[in-house]
């Protein structure tokens, strides 16, 4: 099922719907808690409004934006750019739901392939990427500037989702 044909579909409070320019303040809220190297506001809005290659959907709990996922597409490839969950929902799968979502929409729009890269470190983040058949392709030596930690590139092949009327 296509991502702006589930705008209103709710499980258990969570939707998911197309970001907008008005969600980069709720955005930015969850990317500063996600991360030590935060895109800025800017980086956001150029990604929305002038970068044709990029999708982002955000994850809503009854209405208020609680996570957010983005990617690029080229060609028949996508390269996920961020995936975050507010710090008070972390723990209850939600990060599960939120990369299915975005493989999905990937898929639905003729992807193929999915890549990503993570850090070394971070281990809760490569076991759910694992999870969704992500595998390791090599490292990105030093990839971070905040600590120079290398990236795991990981890739995974999209699951073909039929979509539904």
């Known amino acids: 099922m296509l991502m702006e044909q589930r705008n209103n579909e709710e499980h258990d409070g969570f939707s998911f719907r197309p970001m907008t320019i008005e969600d980069i303040p709720n955005v930015m809220v969850i990317e500063h808690e996600a991360f030590t190297l935060p895109w800025s506001e800017t980086a956001f809005r150029n990604e929305l409004m002038n970068n044709l290659f990029a999708k982002y959907l955000v994850m809503e709990n009854d209405g208020e934006p609680i996570g957010y996922a983005g990617m690029w597409t080229i060609v028949d490839e996508a390269h996920v750019t961020n995936i975050a969950i507010l710090e008070a929902y972390r723990g209850r799968k939600l990060g599960d739901r939120l990369l299915e979502e975005l493989m999905e ?59 539904y009327e």
Do not use: C
């Open 105 to 163: 929409t990937a898929s639905n729009i003729g992807m193929i392939r999915m890549t990503l890269e993570v850090r070394v470190s971070n281990i809760i983040a490569r076991r759910l990427y694992e999870k969704k058949g992500f595998v390791s392709a090599g490292l990105r030596k030093g990839y971070y500037s905040d600590n120079h930690e290398d990236a795991v590139i990981m890739w995974a092949d999209l699951p073909q989702y039929e979509e």
